[in-house]
């Protein structure tokens, strides 16, 4: 087990909701990463979070948005759901070092989200 | 850039070897190795920081061509229990530190 907790483990909602995912980090660690897990993909890249600001987005649009608390804790946001967001929602903790990279990655064991 | 992971399926019988592949058109920083089985999240294995470096543990080792941005998963000896879907994850200079997962290649072991 990591010690990366997510909540809630699934979740349906309406096209056009809101919906936020809460990630807590394993001890020691100072960096969240989100993704996006659509069936029988690998996981993508959406933002990671390093000391309460985001230090790197991939190719999600403005609706997805993030949050880390002064404990590393996390959230998603995602404003004006699509069908389309559909899909398994990790966050990975790791730790952020001067020299500029991550170390390994634990997953909590991730957010099922359907919007129908 | 998503890398690219070869084979994207193998069946194995209890006992044999298997050696998947990760291929990236960009640079490196790190390979990052993970498996995950059908509705879990994906448990790190390893990750290769060096060019040229292998590492591994118990029948698990993997190994970083930095040259040519590839990296090796080598399972010998298979066991039941390595069944699931392996993911490489690629950190890169211009990632932003992301990780840039492969599609994955599932593994099955048989008895």
């Known amino acids: 087990e990591t010690g990366v907790t997510q909540s809630p483990t699934h979740l349906i909602k309406t096209r056009g909701q809101q919906v936020t995912l809460r990630c807590s980090s394993q001890s020691g660690h100072n960096t969240v990463s989100w993704y996006q897990q659509a069936l029988g993909q690998g996981p993508q890249f959406i933002f990671q979070y390093y000391r309460e600001e985001e230090n790197g987005r991939g190719n999600f649009p403005p609706r997805f948005s993030g949050l880390q608390f002064p404990n590393y804790s996390s959230e998603l946001n995602v404003n004006a759901l699509e069908l389309d967001d559909s899909a398994l929602y990790l966050c990975?903790?790791?730790?952020?070092?001067?020299?500029?990279?991550?170390?390994?990655?634990?997953f909590g064991q991730g957010t099922r989200l359907t919007v129908v | 850039q998503q890398p690219v992971q070869s084979p994207q399926a193998v069946i194995l019988r209890e006992g044999e070897d298997a050696v998947i592949n990760c291929s990236s058109s960009?640079?490196?920083?790190?390979v990052h190795w993970y498996r995950q089985k059908h509705g879990e999240a994906p448990v790190f294995l390893m990750i290769?920081?060096?060019?040229?470096e292998q590492k591994g543990h118990e029948k698990i080792s993997a190994s970083f061509n930095e040259k040519k941005q590839q990296s090796s998963l080598y399972l010998t000896a298979s066991q039941l229990s390595y069944s699931g879907t392996y993911f490489c994850?690629?950190?890169?200079?211009?990632?932003?530190?992301?990780?840039?997962f492969g599609k994955g290649t599932s593994l099955l072991v048989t008895p």
């Open positions: 290769l920081l060096k060019g040229g």
């Open positions: 994850g690629t950190e890169s200079k211009n990632s932003g530190y992301a990780l840039n």
């Open positions: 990975a903790s790791s730790f952020f070092g001067l020299q500029g990279m991550n170390t390994e990655a634990f």
């Open positions: 960009k640079a490196l920083y790190s």
